[in-house]
């Protein structure tokens, strides 16, 4: 397989990450309605993809990592799963109120500024990609995008 076909993988491989988001974001907010609570279908959601996680790496006879590859990771890398947390919980409040589509191009608009922020100073140990114009214009043309898809 030559680079550039590894490559077109990984980018469809995004594609379809970004593809469930709206899905969800929807099957979430369902759940919440369900149990008539944000946190316990955050919760519930969490347990569910534990569940999921340990038998694909029962299944696929995925090694155990060390312990001291679990203590030599940086300490802030763990609070993903507080971030990921407050994600589903803040999907599930506010889906129903403004409706899937307007939740996820929010989504989609608070990724690419906080991307372009990690990537502007390299935080979190990210590489180094300055905002120039060229972004800054595509950022703005996501910006007119959100405010004709709620305005209409």
């Keep these: 397989m ?15 990450a970004g593809g469930m988001i709206p899905f969800q974001s929807a099957m979430n907010s369902q759940l919440g309605r369900s149990l008539q609570s944000p946190y316990f279908s955050a919760l519930t959601v969490f347990v569910v993809a534990a569940i999921g996680l340990t038998i694909y790496n029962l299944a696929s006879q995925q090694t155990v990592p060390a312990l001291t590859q679990f203590s030599d990771a940086p300490k802030w890398s763990y609070l993903g799963g507080v971030l990921g947390g407050s994600y589903i919980l803040l999907i599930v409040i506010c889906a129903p109120k403004l409706g899937i589509g307007n939740v996820t191009i929010m989504v989609l608009l608070g990724q690419i500024l906080a991307a372009m922020l990690i990537d502007h100073f390299g935080l979190l140990n990210a ?3 300055p905002i120039n114009w060229q972004r800054l214009i595509g950022v703005g043309l996501l910006i007119a995008g959100v405010y004709i898809v709620r305005k209409f």
Excluded at 2 to 16: I, R, W
Aim: a neutral charge; hydrophobic letters at 60%.
């Design 2 to 16: 030559k680079a550039s076909d590894n490559q077109l993988l990984f980018l469809v491989l995004a594609l379809l």
């Design 127 to 129: 590489t180094l990609h």
